[in-house]
């Protein structure tokens, strides 16, 4: 409580988006007027008493998809962050404090990662391995953890050369020692405000795959595939695909509010880098 | 109108602070200071870091640095407020006839454009002369400047000469649009003592040849003692006193004077024996990479309980020999043998008690210890890393030992970024003492402070020595810290040793060449000092 009465508005604004999200995405079954895959109307309805947002391009209720959606897109889009947070970071602190071949073998292996193209590579590996939820994550972390890696890298190669480190090396500490208590705090800012662009990211992307009928299998719901879906009854003036289209951009908005509040509390209060 | 150049009165200058977790706040950094200053004088600006020494200079060119407001007083150059003046009205005097020299000029030079381009800049634009003649004046000032081939000095870039050569670049740049004052922020400060003292001699020399009257801002009493005509002390954005150089340095009035007029004392006498050997390194070569050598064949020893001064300029390998010892940079060929054993050269062979022995403090507190750190957890992390100490137990050690480098119990929870100069400093003895360590490598622990509070870190480390008999290996430029501190003495001059003793035969003669000119060239708390010190130079030169 505390905590939140020390907050500033905008991240107070960003943590009721986050938490209407996800309370609407955890109690769907209960709130949800229609079913999931119901059709229950005409295609196209505007929002009536009946449809609060309307029916979507098949007649289903989009209230309801909109809610059994977010289970889908927040649940797979947060897990490929952290995900590819944890692995990215790991790899590119760890090749940071070894140098050497270790440095070199990991991050040519990025290279090269990089170097495809990842809605190609995404579809590859998609299409050859068996459509599971899981293996969905971890290809789209995987792919991600990419980005992570070229950026954490980058920010502990700095932080390595500091006298602190060199410190805790002539202390004796271990590697992991140094990796999460020295160098992992002190990156933490841009690492931060790199999560938040990657979660909108990881949304947008689960799209995509889902249009490409790789993602999310209709007729699951998913916020990216709904835009989608919807997309042509724009053309006839109908309103249906903003409406995931702006539950993706205020979901995108709220965690980077909470982020940028973070941002500022990690770097200011200890004399960190980052903005004041 | 006098002949006053410059006439400020109750300067006031205020700053919006930041602190962290509060509102802002406007704090008042300069309080009504006043001076003046006549054609063709100097006047020097001393005090410590934050009396406002660099603030009151910018002030002078009616400049505010970083969110500081000049809220109050006045400030005639020529007759004229330029605190009231239009800002073009500013903008024209600024470079033609207020010009300023910055602390680093490696840092103030454009690296993509020659140095003479540069120099002449400001001048043209000002349209105080056209360019050939600036370009003429300014091969005029290169020879006033003592710089080498003035007629082609401006054609080089400014990585093509050396820190000296730049600083007295940065000085021709300032001289150039005949100005009637300029503003000399730190010249010398991050020079070498050898090559400040050529800078210093090329300024003051340039000063009285073209007579622009300056304002001279330092920290170091000793250096403003040769250029200045007038002295005030600044502390805490007040003066302190304000007169004659002779006044200042031979008899100072008020108390803070007197301690700075005073400072580094003799703190220890030197030790008798020095036989029995903790650390010894023989025959140490050591190299960056496979072609850079840096350490030739560096031999010397520390006994055990004593202090060893490594002394020599930036480059000449003090720092490399102190990688070497704790194993960051292993030698190529050599011995390191402490406490009766080989030390292994690389860090990752040692083992833990090796380490635990061997403790480093830095020359920057600030990066030495991590900023999400509290004081707790830095000072804890050796206590539960070598001797398992947890909860209880380690707190009481770690309250025992910020007792010892007197601070106490109150700072335990706060972050780096919340302490001062000398308390980081403090909280990174602290850290080394809680692995109990007998050899503690300082990297000019000091020379990052100002001068009282330098000599309390000083003097708090020469009491732990007594109390808990561990060595320092002491790298430094100082000789006066040298002189205060050291049981023996190793001079080091291009990766080589060239001297090494016990303190009193070190700095006794007969000196070698290097010794004699680094000692010549420490500058002294005494009027005339610089002449007489670079007349040593030329009569030894005809000598030889």
């Given at each position: 409580m505390q905590m939140i009465k020390a907050m500033p508005w905008s991240a107070r604004i960003g943590l009721l988006g986050v938490f209407i999200f996800l309370f609407s995405a955890v109690f769907a079954d209960v709130?949800?007027?229609?079913?999931?895959?119901e059709i229950v109307g005409?295609?196209?309805?505007?929002?009536?008493?009946?449809y609060l947002m309307g029916t979507d391009n098949l007649g289903r209720d989009l209230l309801s998809r909109m809610m059994y959606g977010a289970q889908t897109t927040i649940f797979i889009s947060a897990a490929a962050s952290v995900l590819s947070f944890s692995l990215g970071i790991f790899l590119s602190f760890l090749a940071a404090v070894m140098r050497g071949w270790t440095d070199q073998v990991l991050s040519r292996l990025n290279d090269l990662m990089m170097a495809i193209p990842t809605l190609i590579f995404a579809l590859v590996v998609l299409a050859a391995l068996p459509q599971e939820l899981w293996i969905l994550v971890l290809v789209m972390a995987l792919i991600d953890s990419t980005r992570v890696f070229r950026l954490g890298r980058a920010v502990a190669v700095d932080i390595v050369v500091m006298d602190y480190v060199e410190a805790a090396r002539l202390r004796g500490e271990g590697r992991m020692w140094i990796i999460f208590r020295e160098i992992l705090p002190n990156a933490l800012s841009p690492l931060l405000a790199e999560f938040g662009l990657r979660f909108a990211f990881a949304v947008l992307f689960l799209s995509s795959l889902s249009f490409l009928g790789l993602?999310?299998?209709?007729p699951e719901a998913d916020w990216g595939g709904m835009v989608k879906d919807n997309k042509d009854g724009i053309i006839f003036?109908?309103?249906?695909?903003?409406i995931p289209g702006g539950a993706i951009a205020a979901l995108a908005i709220s965690v980077n509010l909470i982020v940028d509040w973070l941002l500022n509390r990690t770097s200011s209060l200890k004399g960190g880098r980052g903005d004041v | 109108m006098s002949d006053k150049l410059l006439n400020v009165k109750n300067l006031r200058i205020e700053a919006t602070v930041y602190p962290p977790g509060e509102t802002p706040k406007d704090i008042v950094i300069v309080h009504g200071v006043s001076f003046t200053l006549e054609k063709g004088k100097v006047l020097g600006l001393i005090g410590e870091s934050g009396a406002g020494k660099s603030t009151i200079g910018l002030a002078s060119m009616a400049y505010g640095r970083?969110?500081?407001?000049?809220t109050g007083g006045t400030a005639h150059f020529n007759g004229e407020d330029i605190l009231a003046s239009s800002k073009s009205r500013v903008r024209g005097l600024r470079g033609s006839k207020i010009c300023y020299v910055a602390q680093s000029a490696a840092a103030a030079?454009?690296?993509?454009?020659?140095l003479g381009d540069q120099i002449v800049e400001a001048t043209v634009l000002h349209g105080v002369s056209s360019r050939a003649e600036a370009m003429e004046r300014a091969d005029h000032l290169f020879d006033i400047l003592g710089l080498p081939n003035p007629k082609e000095?401006?054609?080089?870039?400014?990585?093509?000469?050396?820190g000296g050569q730049l600083q007295r670049a940065m000085t021709a740049m300032a001289l150039c649009s005949q100005p009637d004052l300029i503003v000399f922020d730190?010249?010398?400060?991050?020079?070498d003592v050898t090559t400040q003292i050529d800078v210093l001699a090329a300024i003051k020399h340039a000063i009285e040849e073209t007579g622009t009257a300056a304002l001279y801002i330092t920290h170091d009493l000793a250096v403003v003692a040769q250029v200045s005509d007038d002295i005030m002390v600044l502390r805490h954005g007040k003066t302190i006193e304000y007169g004659p150089v002779a006044q200042i340095i031979e008899?100072?009035?008020e108390e803070y004077t007197r301690e700075l007029v005073s400072v580094?004392?003799?703190?220890k006498s030197e030790a008798e024996?020095?036989?029995?050997?903790l650390l010894t390194i023989e025959n140490i070569d050591a190299a960056?990479?496979?072609?850079?050598?840096?350490?030739?064949?560096v031999s010397f020893h520390l006994p055990k309980g004593q202090t060893l001064a490594v002394v020599g300029e930036s480059g000449s390998g003090k720092s490399t020999t102190a990688r070497v010892i704790t194993g960051l940079l292993p030698q190529r060929s050599g011995r390191v043998t402490f406490d009766g054993r080989d030390l292994a050269p690389k860090l990752a062979d040692r083992p833990r008690e090796d380490l635990r022995d061997l403790q480093m403090i830095y020359q920057m507190a600030d990066v030495a210890?991590?900023?999400?750190?509290?004081v707790r957890d830095i000072i804890g992390r050796p206590l539960s890393f070598y001797f398992g100490l947890r909860g209880r137990e380690k707190e009481k050690r770690v309250i025992e030992l910020l007792d010892q480098i007197e601070m106490?119990?109150?700072?335990?929870?706060?972050?780096?970024?919340?302490?001062?100069g000398g308390q980081k400093q403090r909280v990174c003895i602290a850290r080394s003492l809680a692995a109990d360590p007998k050899l503690i490598i300082c990297?000019?622990?000091?020379?990052?402070?100002d001068p009282l509070v330098a000599e309390d870190i000083l003097k708090l480390l020469m009491s732990l020595q007594k109390e808990t008999q561990v060595s320092y290996l002491f790298i430094t430029h100082d000789i006066a810290t040298v002189r205060a501190i050291a049981d023996s003495i190793a001079v080091m001059y291009q990766g080589r040793l060239v001297r090494f003793g016990p303190k009193s035969q070190v700095l006794?003669?007969?000196?070698?060449d290097y010794t004699d000119l680094l000692l010549k060239s420490v500058?002294?708390?005494?009027?005339?000092w610089l002449e007489k010190a670079l007349s040593d130079r030329k009569m030894e030169a005809a000598g030889n």
């Amino acid at each position: 409580m505390q905590m939140i009465k020390a907050m500033p508005w905008s991240a107070r604004i960003g943590l009721l988006g986050v938490f209407i999200f996800l309370f609407s995405a955890v109690f769907a079954d209960v709130l949800a007027p229609y079913g999931e895959r119901e059709i229950v109307g005409d295609v196209w309805e505007p929002s009536s008493a009946k449809y609060l947002m309307g029916t979507d391009n098949l007649g289903r209720d989009l209230l309801s998809r909109m809610m059994y959606g977010a289970q889908t897109t927040i649940f797979i889009s947060a897990a490929a962050s952290v995900l590819s947070f944890s692995l990215g970071i790991f790899l590119s602190f760890l090749a940071a404090v070894m140098r050497g071949w270790t440095d070199q073998v990991l991050s040519r292996l990025n290279d090269l990662m990089m170097a495809i193209p990842t809605l190609i590579f995404a579809l590859v590996v998609l299409a050859a391995l068996p459509q599971e939820l899981w293996i969905l994550v971890l290809v789209m972390a995987l792919i991600d953890s990419t980005r992570v890696f070229r950026l954490g890298r980058a920010v502990a190669v700095d932080i390595v050369v500091m006298d602190y480190v060199e410190a805790a090396r002539l202390r004796g500490e271990g590697r992991m020692w140094i990796i999460f208590r020295e160098i992992l705090p002190n990156a933490l800012s841009p690492l931060l405000a790199e999560f938040g662009l990657r979660f909108a990211f990881a949304v947008l992307f689960l799209s995509s795959l889902s249009f490409l009928g790789l993602g999310i299998q209709p007729p699951e719901a998913d916020w990216g595939g709904m835009v989608k879906d919807n997309k042509d009854g724009i053309i006839f003036g109908v309103p249906a695909a903003l409406i995931p289209g702006g539950a993706i951009a205020a979901l995108a908005i709220s965690v980077n509010l909470i982020v940028d509040w973070l941002l500022n509390r990690t770097s200011s209060l200890k004399g960190g880098r980052g903005d004041v | 109108m006098s002949d006053k150049l410059l006439n400020v009165k109750n300067l006031r200058i205020e700053a919006t602070v930041y602190p962290p977790g509060e509102t802002p706040k406007d704090i008042v950094i300069v309080h009504g200071v006043s001076f003046t200053l006549e054609k063709g004088k100097v006047l020097g600006l001393i005090g410590e870091s934050g009396a406002g020494k660099s603030t009151i200079g910018l002030a002078s060119m009616a400049y505010g640095r970083g969110g500081c407001r000049i809220t109050g007083g006045t400030a005639h150059f020529n007759g004229e407020d330029i605190l009231a003046s239009s800002k073009s009205r500013v903008r024209g005097l600024r470079g033609s006839k207020i010009c300023y020299v910055a602390q680093s000029a490696a840092a103030a030079f454009n690296p993509a454009h020659r140095l003479g381009d540069q120099i002449v800049e400001a001048t043209v634009l000002h349209g105080v002369s056209s360019r050939a003649e600036a370009m003429e004046r300014a091969d005029h000032l290169f020879d006033i400047l003592g710089l080498p081939n003035p007629k082609e000095f401006g054609q080089r870039y400014p990585h093509q000469v050396s820190g000296g050569q730049l600083q007295r670049a940065m000085t021709a740049m300032a001289l150039c649009s005949q100005p009637d004052l300029i503003v000399f922020d730190e010249p010398t400060t991050a020079l070498d003592v050898t090559t400040q003292i050529d800078v210093l001699a090329a300024i003051k020399h340039a000063i009285e040849e073209t007579g622009t009257a300056a304002l001279y801002i330092t920290h170091d009493l000793a250096v403003v003692a040769q250029v200045s005509d007038d002295i005030m002390v600044l502390r805490h954005g007040k003066t302190i006193e304000y007169g004659p150089v002779a006044q200042i340095i031979e008899t100072p009035q008020e108390e803070y004077t007197r301690e700075l007029v005073s400072v580094r004392s003799n703190i220890k006498s030197e030790a008798e024996d020095q036989s029995k050997p903790l650390l010894t390194i023989e025959n140490i070569d050591a190299a960056y990479g496979n072609s850079l050598q840096v350490l030739f064949d560096v031999s010397f020893h520390l006994p055990k309980g004593q202090t060893l001064a490594v002394v020599g300029e930036s480059g000449s390998g003090k720092s490399t020999t102190a990688r070497v010892i704790t194993g960051l940079l292993p030698q190529r060929s050599g011995r390191v043998t402490f406490d009766g054993r080989d030390l292994a050269p690389k860090l990752a062979d040692r083992p833990r008690e090796d380490l635990r022995d061997l403790q480093m403090i830095y020359q920057m507190a600030d990066v030495a210890m991590n900023p999400r750190h509290t004081v707790r957890d830095i000072i804890g992390r050796p206590l539960s890393f070598y001797f398992g100490l947890r909860g209880r137990e380690k707190e009481k050690r770690v309250i025992e030992l910020l007792d010892q480098i007197e601070m106490g119990e109150s700072f335990i929870d706060r972050y780096p970024a919340e302490l001062s100069g000398g308390q980081k400093q403090r909280v990174c003895i602290a850290r080394s003492l809680a692995a109990d360590p007998k050899l503690i490598i300082c990297d000019e622990p000091t020379s990052a402070l100002d001068p009282l509070v330098a000599e309390d870190i000083l003097k708090l480390l020469m009491s732990l020595q007594k109390e808990t008999q561990v060595s320092y290996l002491f790298i430094t430029h100082d000789i006066a810290t040298v002189r205060a501190i050291a049981d023996s003495i190793a001079v080091m001059y291009q990766g080589r040793l060239v001297r090494f003793g016990p303190k009193s035969q070190v700095l006794s003669p007969p000196f070698d060449d290097y010794t004699d000119l680094l000692l010549k060239s420490v500058p002294e708390m005494e009027l005339g000092w610089l002449e007489k010190a670079l007349s040593d130079r030329k009569m030894e030169a005809a000598g030889n």
